[in-house]
């Protein structure tokens, strides 16, 4: 089944980094797009807000009603939320409640497809809280009726993502560092965001094969992360400052 252009796809963490970068890629594509987010003053400041294929709307996915609403008129969701902030101290708890009022919310809409985009290896026993809570938030929106596909990358880089922050911010601040063994001996396969939409989410590759299934983003340099935080200077260069 193919998704026509002239169907509303809504975009979940449209405030966030990756929704932010899909909206205009959507919009370019010829899609109508929904973008949605807590905060309408921060959804306005996008430079894509103005976009006649694109409505704006607060919602909140802890809020029900607000995501029934968004709901309404779409066929396809991105959902691409996640709480790991210092607003919460319990981001599984609150990702696990987040994705099952979506996925609620998704059974009694006309939804025909949720694209989730999470991490990889959460399903690996000594995998971080993080990344099994990722793994957990796709077991729940695949239990729903409405068929998901779902992805799963490693750190993306690029500026304004926040894996890729954290290592810039170490690599440039940090002379010296204490890291934990089993992070000494974590591979990690991270990827340009510049890689990432073409060859996971580009919108006719998905809705060309609109399956419900699982996917793991192909990655290229598997690296440890000692590697990689040495190599985050390099890194820098191959980003896409979107
Ligand atoms: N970035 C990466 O390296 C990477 C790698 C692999 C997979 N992913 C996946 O990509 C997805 C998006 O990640 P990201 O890096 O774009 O995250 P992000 O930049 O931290 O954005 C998170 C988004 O979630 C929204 N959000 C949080 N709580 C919400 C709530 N209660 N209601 C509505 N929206 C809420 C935030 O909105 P506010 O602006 O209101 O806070 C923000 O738009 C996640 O599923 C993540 O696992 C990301």
């Known amino acids: ?39 309408m003053a921060k959804l306005k400041g996008r430079p894509w807000a103005s976009h006649p294929n694109l409505e704006l709307a607060r919602s909140d996915v802890h809020d029900h009603a607000s995501i029934r609403k968004a709901l309404k008129d779409c066929s396809v969701a991105f959902y691409l939320v996640h709480s790991m902030n210092p607003e919460h101290k319990d981001f599984v708890g609150s990702d696990r409640k987040a994705a099952n009022i979506f996925k609620d919310a998704a059974n ?15 399903d690996k026993p000594h995998a971080s809280m993080h990344l099994k809570s ?8 695949q239990s729903s009726r409405v068929p998901s596909t779902i992805f799963r990358s490693a750190h993306i880089l690029g500026s304004g993502s926040a894996s890729f922050e954290i290592l810039r911010y170490m690599a440039e601040r940090l002379p010296v560092m204490i890291v934990p063994s089993d992070v000494i001996d974590t591979k990690i396969q991270p990827m340009p965001w510049g890689t990432v939409f073409p060859n996971v989410l580009k919108p006719s590759g998905v809705f ?23 190599e985050a200077d390099k890194c820098l260069s191959e980003v896409i400052m979107a």
């Open 1 to 39: 089944m193919t998704i026509m252009n002239d169907n509303k796809i809504l975009v979940t963490g449209a405030t966030g980094y990756v929704g932010g970068r899909l909206v205009p890629r959507l919009l370019s594509d010829g899609y109508r797009v929904k973008a949605i987010g807590r905060s």
């Open 108 to 122: 009694k809409s006309h939804l025909k497809r949720i694209i989730y985009l999470g991490g990889l290896g959460g």
């Open 134 to 141: 990722r793994e957990e938030v796709g077991r729940v929106l």
């Open 208 to 230: 060309s094969f609109l399956i419900a299934a699982s996917f793991n983003a192909p990655a290229h340099n598997m690296m440890e992360y000692p590697r990689r935080l040495r």
